[in-house]
């Protein structure tokens, strides 16, 4: 059996890109940001929240309304998906400041994960470059934002994988945690 035509990473729009370029997967590819915050060094609690439905989460996380609405009372991390060009670091901490109203929170990363998957009706598999930034949540600050209905700390080891919206469960496995289920 003849090994499968390498395809590097290496994308341009053009019909025919020419030697060593590919097209955009035709289902697309993310880049995002997320960010575990614990309640205090060596806590099983992360923070998880639900997105506030009239903050505007299409800016400071790139959650078209459609999506928005499909994230109704699930959980998720304070995420985004970068905004072009913008580093993993520089997009920790605009989550960080936009999100959760946290300037200049420390943070230790990234580590990077990747997953392809297909999807109903998708033409192909998609692809997703996570870059994860640990942090811990800063003592005696209150626990509130504007742009979350409810922000908690959680052990993700209680919650069952259907409350989460987006496949944050998927991410709090990469980084090494476990759901109820």
Known sequence: MSEPERRFTRWRREPDPGPGYTQIPAD?????????????????????????????????????????????????????????????????????????GLVDLPLAGPEVVSDAYGRPGAPDRHWDLDFLFRANWPAGRPLSSPNWSRLEFADPQTLLRARFGRAHDDILRFAGFATAD
Do not use: K, N
């Not at 575990?36 to 506030?52: D, F, K, N, Q, V």
């Open 28 to 100: 697309g590819a993310c880049l995002s940001v997320f960010l575990i915050i614990r309640e205090a060094s060596g806590s099983p609690r992360l923070l998880l929240g639900t997105p506030h439905p009239s903050a505007d989460w299409g800016r400071i996380g790139g959650l078209e309304p459609a999506r928005l609405a499909r994230l109704a009372g699930h959980l998720m991390l304070p995420s985004s998906h970068l905004i072009e060009y913008e580093s993993p670091q520089e997009g920790a901490a605009r989550i960080a400041s936009e999100q959760l």
